[in-house]
DNA sequence: TAGATTGTTAATCGATTAACAATC
DNA sequence: TAGATTGTTAATCGATTAACAATC
């Protein structure tokens, strides 16, 4: 139940960097690079490498190492940058406003084609080319719409309110900005959390005691 | 250089959870919890929790548990919320600005002091009731200021080159949402990384995967 | 072919979980 | 005291690193 396939969450987490990396790399006009080579660009070591696409399948080449342009693309298979995937983010005040203008969703393979937020003073407000609806719509959007993936930039009690409705809907994965615990009540469905103030207090942590 | 001190990453990455959820009991008017009881309300082990909070001391008390109001106390300690450390913003684009009005730096130990963008056209808006200052002036503010802490929300190519002249002036750690490694170059500094990208990346892996 | 570098197995390391004696 | 629950050591599990045979 909810469970993900084989490979580890430790590696799938590293995907995107290796994303990012080669895809500069590609920009650069290098053909092909070596795992040793990689390693030493990324910081990490050449074995982890190789362990981490040999998960998901024979890229490279013996004697030669691995083409730029054709790992790139694998990944991105991989990752699903490819698809499109309709999105729809819940809260437009200023962390959603934020990410609905500072994300590029479409190359990440995602499309966001509706926004919400309670507060009815927004609502008709145009944000990235999409009018803010009120919260009260959210139903019969999605039953027109069916969007698969919700972002959720509200408050902790609104996300516990709104989650259930949203799955039922056929939402299967969400951008969780809030505090509420979506995957231990529904461990069926995808979910990534970005915690800003627990990243903000780690920081506050490792500043005490680097050395 | 630059290492931190015994206690692993993994474990500090769980304080600020342990943080809130003993936040919240202590709201509720609850006075005592045992690890067992945490660890089903957190969903991870009792076992983990204790291992977890004797990296840091005894806190707990046999027979009966562990007094929630102290433990929070002395989270919070261990975090660093008591502490009072200036911080300037850099990028007042959306995400910049979002994160300027979304987060609340007092209550993490953080104090917001300043706020710098390069586009010329800012300087002066009001943001958080800071006025927006033109990057060209962070030199003298951090001269007069010595601000510890510096939040990058700009991109890549910006942060690589403001970055070393912030740690000249003495900024100890920062809170990067750009994809310029810190860390590699300068090694004796704190950093945590937002990477947002990223992290949409890794749910749509998890979507594609999730069954 | 000889050299380079992968894919993959084995060894090591670290983190999580289990167990239990100490003790409130 | 008896029961509960910690602090802590030992066992297990998983992830990273090292080694090397396969092969381009």
Redesign the pocket.
Known sequence: MGKIEGV????IK?LPRYYRFLGELKEQGIVR??????SARMG???????????CF??????????NIESLYEEIGKILGVNKTRNAILIGAGNLGKAVALHMSFEARGFNLIGVFDRNAALSGQILRGLPIRHTDGLYDFCKDNSPVVAVLCIPSGAAKELTPELVKLGVKGFWNFSHYDIASDFPNIAVENVHLSDSLMTLSYKISNTY
């Open positions: 580890s969450i430790s590696v590293r690079i070596s795992s040793k080579d990689l990490l070591t050449a074995s982890q490498i190789r362990q981490d696409l040999n399948g024979g890229f490279g080449q013996q004697g030669y190492g691995y």
